[in-house]
């Protein structure tokens, strides 16, 4: 997998790069990982519903046309798009989800932070009153929020078209969370977001972007 760091970028730019990367790629062709710090911008999946949308101000809203809801992009944060085929790896979405969500995992561990799923909501999740707390979540109970004490610390949202990937993940690193108060994060209501700096890790956007485009690059190579 060729990694290419194209630091700070527009997002409009970017989308339409992997849109005709992926359009023109032959069996041939090598999967690349691109890592991004974008500027701020407002990015809505294709099942994206207008409420979540709470009251963007002065920051770019885009259609994409990932899954998902909406979320949001800024500096501070690591954005990584795989551009993968998925059948020259032999694996099929739910396994490739799975595979990005512990890429997220093991990096958040590099940093002594235990990260969580949560089912029927993609992304990873954190306790705040113990990050570094390494129990498991307890088995969700009738009628309980499943977001209870936990923030999401980071999003996912893939495209896959005729079996090549691209869209990504998003891992908050040091920003300012403000815009996360403007949206419903991944069309949730109240669900809290945060980021490796309001856990107590210091860690620059550079450190994180390699710590994970090492998992990724791991978990996603042809065995």
Request: glycine share 10%; charged share 20%; proline share 6%.
């Amino acid at each position: 997998m060729l990694i290419r760091d194209l630091g700070r970028r527009p997002y409009a730019g970017i989308e339409q790069a992997m849109r005709e990367f992926t359009a023109t790629r032959t069996a041939a062709t090598a999967d690349e990982l691109w890592l991004v710090e974008h500027e701020p911008v407002f990015t809505l999946g294709l099942a994206a519903r207008p409420e979540h949308l709470l009251a963007p101000g002065d920051i770019a809203v885009v259609q994409t046309q990932r899954g998902g809801q909406v979320t949001y992009h800024g500096p501070g944060q690591v954005t990584a798009y795989p551009l993968v085929d998925l059948g020259r790896l032999g694996i099929y979405v739910k396994e490739y989800v799975h595979r990005l969500e512990e890429a997220l995992l093991r990096t958040l561990a590099s940093f002594g932070l235990t990260g969580h799923r949560v089912r029927g909501a993609p992304g990873i999740y954190v306790r705040l009153a113990d990050p570094f707390d390494h129990a498991r979540l307890p088995p969700p109970q009738p009628g309980q929020d499943a977001f209870a004490g936990l923030a999401k610390i980071a999003a996912l949202g893939v495209k896959i078209t005729r079996s090549h990937a691209y869209h990504g993940l998003a891992l908050n690193v040091a920003m300012d969370l403000e815009p996360f108060s403007r949206i419903n994060p991944c069309g949730y209501a109240g669900l809290r977001t945060t980021d490796l700096r309001a856990l107590g890790v210091a860690a620059s956007r550079d450190e994180a972007a390699a710590r994970l485009a090492s998992e990724l690059q791991r978990l996603l190579q042809a065995r």
